[in-house]
């Protein structure tokens, strides 16, 4: 069994890899004054750098679980993400409202990905 965990704080790892599969913590956006467009990309953003230093990337992407702040944001949230998605690799995906850590977040993701095999 392989366990290893990048970027651990005390409360947790931003990326644990188990296996060949990868977990990232949930991730939001640079900045929470924009718009829910704005904090998708950014929150995507994210992820890619993310992904990329664990050794995956979104045509690798096993899952992904969207909290979004309020249901009307879904559609442009939506916009955003079918951009981001790589056609033919759309991961297992749930979308849910959930209260955020911070008023002014709009969105949050948590991803699970396979590593790239060289």
Known sequence: MSL??????????????????????GQVCKDAEQGITEQT?????????LLAQAGSDREHILSATIYVKDMSYFTEMNAVWDAWVPEGHA???????????????LVEISVVAAEKVA
Request: glycine fraction near 2%; aromatic fraction near 2%.
């Open 4 to 25: 290893e965990r990048l970027e651990t704080a005390t409360r947790m790892s931003r990326i644990v890899k188990h296996n060949g599969t990868i977990y990232l913590c």
């Open 41 to 49: 990309s950014s929150m995507l953003e994210k992820v890619d750098a």
């Open 91 to 105: 991961p297992a995906r749930a979308c849910v409202a959930a209260k955020m850590a911070r008023e002014a977040l």
